[in-house]
């Protein structure tokens, strides 16, 4: 399998860095590697965050931001409208042949830049994850959710089941035990745990949504996960 | 905290049985230090060495330490390391950038004091202007002060060099500090595998009278000459002193060479040996070197890879070997003056093979990309550049 070096682009509040997290974490489930790197800056609700993550199915040395992305990942159609980004324009560094996966329903990249996009060879898909975070799990905050799902239904480097390990680890951690003594299990827990449930349940249909979109739409690569 | 048993140092840094944790590299040395029966860690905070200090002061509340402290500012915690490590415990410290130059003037006496320990530096921009990232010019300074200076890649690397770095100290024929050296937050704030030996075997404690000068004893050197200075009787004295104790401190560090090569597996890792071009780094710029001879691979190019591990002693018959047949150096460096690649220049006898560089500074990333470039560069291929930047 190639490398993907990704660049996700975001605003502060949006779930950058936790999606950063469980695509490192599905590549783990199932038995690869990915490294991430958050941007060490001072983040805040919308103000630009950027988060990389490395994913192969070799070990990687590789350390600090990716410079030269092949994928980038634009979680706010803000970052290109409004420039809201660390690194400008939203492509820059992109390399040949790449992909980039934006959050919006509308084209919003301007014709230079389409320009520029073109002559890499890039393989750009639009595609409006709010719109789906608000429709499946009825709050925006599962775009990350959607964004994670798309990069995976396009290219299929880990099974569904390995991803939804990872977005279990994140919201429900490694200490949590559904099943400890029922008795025990205070009322207070006991609603606790099921609103985590409920939120990790929105969050898979949204995943699942996303690949269901990325099939629908011919953009299924070559990379298929074979168990 | 488990009971810990005392193993031998040989067992315990060749042989014991490893298990494999995903952990950052200031936990890494934190857990090097808690299986090294260290008796007193003292520092002064800054970012990133503060991770690790902290850690350290979790493991004397745990017991693992007998005594920690912090001292009012880096130049007082180097001067007590020295006095602690003269009384005849075993002592860690660690620092960063603008505080290892602080601590500077004491450090540097170390050696010639004869203070076995260990000194983690996990380098940062030094002032000014102010940053906080990983640039690792600081190293540059420790080169000519007589320490063995090892220069970790990776948490593996950094948790292994910790450990040894006791054992290869307070060896008899040695004697000397040993700085391991990483990149701040690439390494220790950064998640990386290492193979770890049981939380429950412990080196020996120190033995301060297995020593080529003993502990706080006043009318022998050194600290003899601490207390009663030959500059006060004669500067004829002085420099004649000064001149033989120095020489036994270089003759020290290179003594510890043999003990690089047991504990260590050498001072340098050679990838792809028949190599027609060579990546010569150390630290995080080794790591980035191993992609890009792996990218130079998937495009049929001939190029290895020379990790270099320890920075003092220097391995000049090592690299001169190597390099011999190499039709052209890379230097990647994450520093503004390239100190690697002066080192190298001064070792082969046909230097002006060595390309300096690519350099960032800063502590900025060094990206796969430019170390790319310069290889491309000497295997003639011109590349369109297609990246936007």
Redesign the interface.
Same mark, same amino acid.
């Given at each position: 399998m190639k490398r993907y070096n990704i660049r996700i682009a975001g605003v502060g509040g949006q779930g950058v860095v936790t999606s950063a997290h469980i695509l490192g974490n599905a590549m783990s489930a199932a038995g690869k590697y990915a490294?991430l790197?958050p941007f060490?800056g001072s983040e805040k609700r919308m103000a630009p965050v950027e988060a990389y993550v490395r994913v192969s199915d070799?070990p990687?040395? $590789?350390? %600090? $931001?990716v410079?030269?992305p092949n994928v980038i990942m634009i979680y706010h159609p803000q970052v290109i409208t409004h420039g809201k980004s660390y690194t400008m324009?939203f492509?820059? %560094? #992109?390399? $040949?042949g790449g992909m980039v996966i934006i959050n919006t329903d509308a084209d919003i990249i301007p014709p230079e830049d389409w320009q520029?996009l073109r $002559? #890499?060879n890039t393989r750009v898909y639009m595609f409006p994850a709010t719109k789906l975070a608000l429709e499946v799990a009825g709050t925006e905050l599962a775009t990350n959710m959607a964004m994670v799902g798309l990069f995976f239904g396009i290219t299929r480097l880990v099974g569904f089941e390995h991803i939804e390990q990872a977005v279990r680890e994140r919201f429900l951690g490694n200490t949590f035990v559904a099943s400890g003594g029922t008795t025990a299990l205070d009322s207070a827990i006991e609603k606790k745990f099921k609103k985590k449930m409920e939120l990790l349940e929105k969050n898979m249909q949204v995943i699942r949504e996303a690949f269901k979109i990325a099939e629908e739409r011919g953009w299924v690569e070559e990379e298929a996960y074979t168990p | 905290m488990p009971e810990q048993r005392v193993v031998d140092a040989d067992y315990l840094l060749l042989e014991a049985p490893r298990e494999r944790k995903f952990i950052t590299g200031a936990q890494a040395m934190a857990e090097a230090v808690k299986r090294a029966n260290v008796d007193i860690a003292i520092a002064y905070p800054i970012t990133p060495q503060s991770e690790v200090m902290h850690l350290v002061g979790d493991l004397w509340a745990q017991g693992y330490l007998k005594d920690y402290y912090r001292a009012e500012e880096e130049y007082g915690a180097m001067s007590a390391i020295a006095g602690a490590v003269r009384g005849g415990v075993r002592a860690f410290t660690a620092t960063s950038g603008p505080g290892l130059l602080r601590g500077f003037e004491a450090i540097a006496s170390w050696p010639g004091h004869r203070i076995p320990a260990v000194l983690g530096v996990l380098t940062r921009v030094v002032n000014a202007p102010l940053s906080i990232?990983p640039d690792n010019i600081e190293i540059a300074y420790l080169l000519n002060c007589g320490m063995i200076v090892l220069h970790a890649e990776?948490q593996q690397d950094v948790f292994d060099f910790t450990l040894a770095g006791f054992v290869i100290s307070e060896k008899v024929d040695v004697y000397i500090p040993v700085a391991v050296c990483t +990149?701040g937050?690439?390494?220790t704030h950064?998640k990386g595998y290492v193979n770890m030996t049981p939380e429950d075997m412990k080196l020996p404690p120190r033995d301060p009278y297995k020593a080529p000068v003993p502990p706080t004893d006043c009318e022998i050197p050194p600290a003899r000459i601490q207390r009663d200075a030959p500059v006060q009787k004669s500067n004829f004295m002085s420099y004649l002193i000064h001149a033989v104790w120095q020489q036994e401190v270089w003759a020290s560090n290179r003594r510890a060479m043999k003990y690089i090569y047991k504990y260590l597996g050498g001072p340098i890792e050679v990838v792809n040996p028949d190599a027609e071009v060579f990546i010569v780094a150390s630290g995080?710029a080794a790591?980035?070197g /191993? +992609?890009a001879v /792996?990218y130079a691979q998937m495009e049929g190019l001939n190029v290895g890879l020379v990790k270099v591990k320890s920075i003092r002693p220097f391995p000049e018959k090592e690299i001169r070997e190597v390099l011999k047949k190499a039709k052209a150096v890379i230097v990647p460096e994450h520093n503004i003056i390239g100190w690697l690649a002066r080192e190298i220049k001064a070792t082969i006898p046909d230097n002006d093979k060595v390309i300096g560089g690519p350099r960032v500074y800063g502590g900025?990333?060094?990206?796969? +990309?430019l170390i790319m470039e310069k290889i491309y560069d000497v295997f003639g291929i011109k590349k369109e550049r297609?990246?936007?930047?």
């Amino acid at each position: 399998m190639k490398r993907y070096n990704i660049r996700i682009a975001g605003v502060g509040g949006q779930g950058v860095v936790t999606s950063a997290h469980i695509l490192g974490n599905a590549m783990s489930a199932a038995g690869k590697y990915a490294t991430l790197v958050p941007f060490f800056g001072s983040e805040k609700r919308m103000a630009p965050v950027e988060a990389y993550v490395r994913v192969s199915d070799q070990p990687i040395y $590789e350390v %600090g $931001e990716v410079v030269y992305p092949n994928v980038i990942m634009i979680y706010h159609p803000q970052v290109i409208t409004h420039g809201k980004s660390y690194t400008m324009p939203f492509y820059s %560094g #992109l390399k $040949e042949g790449g992909m980039v996966i934006i959050n919006t329903d509308a084209d919003i990249i301007p014709p230079e830049d389409w320009q520029v996009l073109r $002559e #890499l060879n890039t393989r750009v898909y639009m595609f409006p994850a709010t719109k789906l975070a608000l429709e499946v799990a009825g709050t925006e905050l599962a775009t990350n959710m959607a964004m994670v799902g798309l990069f995976f239904g396009i290219t299929r480097l880990v099974g569904f089941e390995h991803i939804e390990q990872a977005v279990r680890e994140r919201f429900l951690g490694n200490t949590f035990v559904a099943s400890g003594g029922t008795t025990a299990l205070d009322s207070a827990i006991e609603k606790k745990f099921k609103k985590k449930m409920e939120l990790l349940e929105k969050n898979m249909q949204v995943i699942r949504e996303a690949f269901k979109i990325a099939e629908e739409r011919g953009w299924v690569e070559e990379e298929a996960y074979t168990p | 905290m488990p009971e810990q048993r005392v193993v031998d140092a040989d067992y315990l840094l060749l042989e014991a049985p490893r298990e494999r944790k995903f952990i950052t590299g200031a936990q890494a040395m934190a857990e090097a230090v808690k299986r090294a029966n260290v008796d007193i860690a003292i520092a002064y905070p800054i970012t990133p060495q503060s991770e690790v200090m902290h850690l350290v002061g979790d493991l004397w509340a745990q017991g693992y330490l007998k005594d920690y402290y912090r001292a009012e500012e880096e130049y007082g915690a180097m001067s007590a390391i020295a006095g602690a490590v003269r009384g005849g415990v075993r002592a860690f410290t660690a620092t960063s950038g603008p505080g290892l130059l602080r601590g500077f003037e004491a450090i540097a006496s170390w050696p010639g004091h004869r203070i076995p320990a260990v000194l983690g530096v996990l380098t940062r921009v030094v002032n000014a202007p102010l940053s906080i990232q990983p640039d690792n010019i600081e190293i540059a300074y420790l080169l000519n002060c007589g320490m063995i200076v090892l220069h970790a890649e990776n948490q593996q690397d950094v948790f292994d060099f910790t450990l040894a770095g006791f054992v290869i100290s307070e060896k008899v024929d040695v004697y000397i500090p040993v700085a391991v050296c990483t +990149e701040g937050f690439f390494v220790t704030h950064a998640k990386g595998y290492v193979n770890m030996t049981p939380e429950d075997m412990k080196l020996p404690p120190r033995d301060p009278y297995k020593a080529p000068v003993p502990p706080t004893d006043c009318e022998i050197p050194p600290a003899r000459i601490q207390r009663d200075a030959p500059v006060q009787k004669s500067n004829f004295m002085s420099y004649l002193i000064h001149a033989v104790w120095q020489q036994e401190v270089w003759a020290s560090n290179r003594r510890a060479m043999k003990y690089i090569y047991k504990y260590l597996g050498g001072p340098i890792e050679v990838v792809n040996p028949d190599a027609e071009v060579f990546i010569v780094a150390s630290g995080c710029a080794a790591a980035q070197g /191993r +992609e890009a001879v /792996r990218y130079a691979q998937m495009e049929g190019l001939n190029v290895g890879l020379v990790k270099v591990k320890s920075i003092r002693p220097f391995p000049e018959k090592e690299i001169r070997e190597v390099l011999k047949k190499a039709k052209a150096v890379i230097v990647p460096e994450h520093n503004i003056i390239g100190w690697l690649a002066r080192e190298i220049k001064a070792t082969i006898p046909d230097n002006d093979k060595v390309i300096g560089g690519p350099r960032v500074y800063g502590g900025m990333t060094l990206p796969v +990309e430019l170390i790319m470039e310069k290889i491309y560069d000497v295997f003639g291929i011109k590349k369109e550049r297609k990246v936007v930047v």
